[in-house]
């Protein structure tokens, strides 16, 4: 399968099993697109001459030859539950201070009563994350809510205690922890400093659209405090990681303007993500919507080649591929692992797929307190990849994607097999973006390296 596209006044071509990436001239793409089988517009090859048209098919000939243009799919393996768990994600505060108008979490409580977890189920996820790791060293531990730092308590216990049993373990925690940022304060923004591999932050760009969005429980805007305080703590990081995640909706269509405000600010790394919304929500992303939000994509995409080639630093996330060292094969299949390596622990101990299933009776798989745990939610999870995932198969941004969220597939579409369409249409032009990005600024690189 081949993929061609524009994008950035450019024309591209997408190898999807081989990977390879050709930037090609209007002819060449036409010529290939009409070699697809599943091309139903053949082109209009009238303003070119014979010759070049010859060799236009003569390069492409020869990259087929080569085994990098129209590569064979290969055979995947089956896939297998391997009962090996390498991450967890400990919903540490069922409560929030704020009240985001597309919290799915509904507060913060996920649709329940307010909770906080306790240590000792803190601790005993931390046994629980040993026992099901297998012989993987590096485990990962992502402190979530709500707002984990209603819950410093048990976050300080918890990294105590792994840090306490990691050695004789023969083990190396990571910590994560995601936070609004309106409660940070010094010492907490030195003992993340010391202690967090990764700090995620909260905010929705522009003032207006994250106040409007993300309000406390009086009403009033968030913004201030956690932009001053966010600001405070990554300034202060010198190197380490962290990242500023938003989120659009339908209020902020224009969110490429929501992005780049959030690198004036002074942030360096930076998501924003569609949200995932029932179609009747007001705020959903909904497919009379998607024609702008590609033009958002190109629109962003063409600022972040020109701050990054002016010196500024600017990571997006959804713009971050390799378009010369791709993931090894198994990842391109699996996604995010969520429901078999990765995890999520409740306040009361149940273990679930991911934190989008908390609070959803029918997707416990156990309970870290109790040392109960049940291996058919995981083994679905597991063997549900890529090659299963029949909407996905003929798409070319299958591998970058890796069949998309199960979360999303089952919330949102009623099956862990089904395609998110609107998820699916967005993922797409993000990674046409990408790559374009990628060979252009490779241009630059093939430069210095050739002085």
């Known amino acids: 399968m081949v993929h061609t596209f524009r994008c950035l006044g450019r024309y591209f071509a997408l190898d999807v099993e081989s990977g390879s990436l ?68 400990l919903n540490i505060a069922h409560g929030c201070n704020l009240r985001c108008r597309y919290c799915f979490a509904g507060d913060g409580q996920y649709h329940g009563d307010l909770d906080f977890m306790s240590t000792e189920t803190a601790k005993n996820a931390i046994d629980f994350l040993i026992s099901k790791s297998g012989g993987r060293k590096r485990l990962e531990v992502d402190f979530f809510g ?37 409660l940070l304060t010094d010492e907490l923004i030195d003992y993340f400093n010391r202690e967090m591999y990764n700090v995620v ?14 309000p406390d429980a009086s009403g009033k805007g968030s913004f ?19 990242y500023v995640r938003g989120t659009f909706t339908a209020h902020n269509l224009d969110f490429a303007k929501d992005v780049l405000a959030l690198n004036d600010y002074g942030f360096g790394q930076v998501s924003m993500e569609p949200v995932v919304l029932p179609d009747g929500d007001p705020l959903a992303i909904r497919a009379e919507h998607l024609e702008e939000l590609k033009w ?18 600017f990571g997006f996330f ?61 083994t679905l999870f597991a063997t549900t990849n890529l090659t299963k995932k029949e909407e996905c198969n003929g798409c070319w941004a ?24 609107v998820g699916c249409e967005l993922m797409r032009k993000r990674v046409e973006c990408a790559l374009a990005i990628g060979a252009i600024e490779s241009e630059g690189r093939e430069g210095e390296r050739s002085e």
Do not use: W
């Open 22 to 89: 050709f930037e090609v001239d209007e002819l060449t793409a036409n010529l290939i697109e009409k070699r697809s089988p599943l091309a139903t517009a053949k082109g209009d090859f009238s303003r070119y001459n014979d010759a070049e048209i010859a060799e236009a098919e003569s390069e492409i000939d020869e990259l087929i030859r080569r085994g990098v243009l129209f590569a064979p799919e290969p055979v995947h393996p089956e896939p297998v539950y391997k009962g090996v768990v390498k991450a967890l994600c």
């Open 146 to 182: 709500g707002e984990p730092l209603l819950n410093m308590k048990t976050v300080r216990a918890t990294i105590d205690y792994a840090r306490k049993v990691e050695k004789e373990a023969g083990k190396e925690f990571r910590f994560t922890i995601t936070t609004n940022a309106s």
């Open 201 to 214: 932050l909260s905010i929705d760009g522009r003032k207006e659209v994250h106040d409007y969005m993300r």
């Open 224 to 242: 201030d405090k956690s932009l001053e305080n966010s600001l405070r703590l990554v300034r202060s990081r010198v190197g380490k990681s962290y």
């Open 296 to 313: 958002q994509y190109e629109l962003l995409a063409k600022e972040y080649i020109a701050r990054r080639a002016a010196g500024k630093e």
């Open 318 to 378: 959804h713009f971050n591929i390799d378009i010369y060292n791709g993931p090894c094969a198994s990842k391109r299949l699996v996604g995010c692992n969520a429901g078999d390596e990765y995890l999520a622990i409740a306040p009361n101990g149940n273990i679930y797929p991911c934190h989008r299933f908390d609070g959803i009776e029918e997707y416990v798989i156990g309970n870290v307190n109790d040392g109960t745990f049940d291996n058919s939610l995981p």
């Open 398 to 421: 299958k591998y970058y994607c890796s069949g998309g969220c199960a979360a999303n597939s089952i919330q949102i579409c009623g099956g862990i097999k089904k395609a998110y369409k």
